[in-house]
C-alpha cells in the first residue's frame, strides 16, 4: 500500500521563470487583440498629431493651477448669480403643474405665429379697435389671462 501525502510542495517559480510566464501571457494577450490595439494606437497617434495629447499633458502638470483659476472663475458674483437664478428658476418651474406651462407654451407658441402673420402691417390700432377686439371670445379670454397673471403677480409682490 501507498503511503498517504502528508503535505504538499508547490513549485516555486524563480524569479526568471515569473518573468518569462508573464511575458508569454502577455504576447497571447497581444495576439488575441490585435485588431484593438492596433485601432488604439492609431486613435493615440492621431491624437498626438492633432495636438491633444501635448494639451493633455500640459493640463494634468497644471492641474493644481487649472483647478484654483476654475475655482475662482466659479465663485465670482455674475456666475453664482447665474446658478441661483438657475436653481430658482428650476424650483418655480419644478412647482408649477407641467399641464399648466404645456397649455401656456402651445398658446404663447400659436399667438407668436399669428402675431407674425401681421408683422410688416404698420397700420395704427385706434381704441376703438381695441374695445370691438375685447368682444372677440379668443382676445376676451387671452386679456383676462394676462390680468388674472398680473393680479396673481401683485399679490405676490405686495406679499414681501
Given at each position: ?15 526568471t ?15 488575441e ?19 491633444v495629447l ?24 455674475p456666475?453664482?448669480?447665474?446658478m ?58 387671452a ?18
Amino acid at each position: 500500500m501507498a503511503s498517504p501525502i502528508t503535505s504538499i510542495h508547490r513549485k516555486k517559480l524563480s524569479e526568471t521563470e515569473l518573468q518569462q510566464k508573464k511575458i508569454e501571457e502577455l504576447q497571447s494577450l497581444i495576439a488575441e487583440q490585435q485588431d484593438s490595439l492596433q485601432k488604439m494606437i492609431e486613435i493615440a497617434s492621431e491624437l498626438n498629431d492633432a495636438g491633444v495629447l501635448d494639451a493633455v499633458t500640459a493640463m494634468i502638470k497644471a492641474r493644481e493651477k487649472l483647478a484654483k483659476i476654475a475655482v475662482t472663475q466659479a465663485s465670482r458674483e455674475p456666475v453664482t448669480n447665474l446658478m441661483n437664478h438657475l436653481l430658482n428658476a428650476v424650483a418655480t418651474l419644478s412647482s408649477i403643474d407641467p399641464a399648466a406651462t404645456e397649455k401656456l407654451t402651445k398658446a404663447m407658441k400659436n399667438g407668436i405665429e399669428e402675431a407674425e402673420l401681421y408683422r410688416g402691417n404698420d397700420d395704427r390700432v385706434s381704441i376703438l379697435q381695441v374695445m370691438t377686439a375685447l368682444n372677440d371670445p379668443e382676445v376676451n379670454q387671452a386679456v383676462k389671462y394676462g390680468m388674472d397673471f398680473l393680479k396673481g403677480m401683485g399679490k405676490e409682490l405686495n406679499r414681501n
